[in-house]
């Protein structure tokens, strides 16, 4: 009886462990769970809020280029206002619009200023350089609004494709006025091949030439004629290469030495065939002498203490500085002061012209110089080249005061009719 009472205690015991175990496993469990769920919260708590991020992000081709901008736009964050929440936006552009975001190539940054934002995605269409901007392919851009610690990430714009225009409207009026400086250009040299006279505005300086040599021939001595420190392809050495045909010419028919020193082995190359031709079209080829056109150097102040040596050893006559000058053009004008020659200047070099004017007699200034050929070769082209840039510059002067007035009188028809705001 004893012991079947201890096996029924047993028994019982069993299914006392049996029923509680679950129990005890359950309520293990939902502790747990708890504090896993209170940590995740706590951890979510911790990480910053991003921005809302930027709306309407637009994007449109750039015009009047060669298909390498696009201009994009959107509307500024939600949280824009709040302090230091949004310090500035970030573009990324994308070929497609729903790559991931380390596929999305970072254009550029725009400073907060409230209101609408726009961005410039400027590039070329070298494909070696980096910001190579592809021609004929669909473009994706979004936009960012960056804080402190994250970012607001907008949604993919439209696809647009950069394109390159033909023509550029914003150029619109320096075609007008290239085609009337052409219509002037045409018009004149026509006329100046009929034969007819043309104008031309006297230049003391090349009017003193003649006199200048007379001058020399008179006293016995040489011309000195300079070329300046240019090259010869500058548009003021082209120029005195043409006076210097009209002296030689002069020179060879009244029997008067002329001396050349170059400063550039091309240029002398040029000067000696433009001397002998000049001597050629007197009829005296055979007075020409070798050593008249010579090299001295291509050392700046070398050149000019050699030259300053043959003023001062040869005492000129006349002096002549035609074309490309720097900070050795009043050190050649004092000295041929000193000698007492009659000295004739002239270069395109604006900071040089007041040291010509103070210590020459004729001082050609800026576009004289280029002038200066027409006026003593009168060639039709030439001429009629010439009187076409004065018309234009008349039209050019009565464009400005039309405006100037236009802008007073009448704004509205001026932004009418050439979008002038």
């Not at 310090?87 to 409230?114: C, H, T």
């Not at 300079?226 to 010419?249: E, Q």
């Not at 050893?313 to 002061?337: D, H, M, V, W």
Request: glycine residues 8%; aromatic residues 10%; negative net charge.
């Amino acid at each position: 009886m004893q012991k079947l009472v201890q096996r029924a205690a047993i028994f019982f015991l069993a299914l006392l462990c049996i029923g509680i175990t679950p129990l005890l496993a359950q309520s293990g469990a939902d502790t747990s769970g708890s504090a896993m769920d209170d940590m995740a919260q706590a951890t979510m708590a911790d990480l910053p809020v991003p921005p809302a991020p930027p709306t309407n992000v637009t994007v449109q081709d750039r015009s009047n280029d060669n298909g390498t901008g696009v201009i994009v736009r959107w509307t500024a964050s939600a949280d824009e206002g709040a302090a230091g929440k949004v310090l500035m936006y970030k573009v990324y552009r994308s070929l497609v619009s729903d790559a991931p975001f380390d596929q999305w190539v970072e254009r550029g940054q725009v400073q907060i200023n409230g209101g609408e934002y726009s961005y410039v995605d400027e590039g070329a269409r070298d494909k070696d350089k980096s910001d190579y901007f592809p021609k004929g392919v669909d473009l994706f851009y979004r936009v960012a609004a960056v804080s402190a610690d994250t970012f607001g990430l907008s949604a993919s714009s439209d696809p647009v494709q950069s394109a390159d225009e033909w023509y550029n409207t914003t150029r619109t009026t320096v075609l007008v006025f290239v085609l009337v400086f052409f219509g002037f250009t045409l018009y004149f040299i026509n006329v100046a091949k009929t034969g007819k006279s043309l104008y031309v505005r006297p230049l003391a300086g090349i009017e003193a030439v003649d006199e200048a040599i007379g001058r020399a021939t008179e006293m016995g001595k040489p011309i000195l004629y300079v070329l300046g420190l240019g090259t010869a392809s500058d548009i003021a050495t082209i120029a005195s290469f043409s006076v210097l045909g009209r002296v030689a010419k002069k020179v060879a028919e009244y029997q008067t030495p002329i001396l050349v020193p170059c400063y550039d082995p091309i240029v002398l190359t040029v000067a000696e065939e433009t001397v002998k031709t000049g001597y050629s079209d007197a009829g005296r080829p055979d007075d020409y002498k070798d050593d008249s056109v010579y090299f001295v150097t291509q050392s700046q102040f070398a050149y000019v203490a050699a030259v300053n040596g043959t003023m001062l050893r040869e005492l000129p006559a006349t002096n002549i500085y035609l074309g490309k000058f720097y900070a050795e053009s009043l050190l050649l004008a004092e000295t041929g002061a000193v000698t007492g020659s009659i000295q004739i200047s002239g270069t395109d070099e604006i900071a040089q012209l007041p040291f010509f004017v103070v210590a020459c007699d004729y001082t050609l200034i800026g576009e004289e110089l280029y002038a200066a050929s027409v006026y003593l070769n009168r060639e039709p082209i030439l001429m009629g080249t010439l009187k076409a840039q004065d018309y234009a510059k008349a039209f050019v002067l009565f464009s400005i005061a039309v405006g100037l007035l236009g802008r007073v009188v009448a704004p509205d028809l001026l932004h009418t009719i050439f979008n002038i705001k």
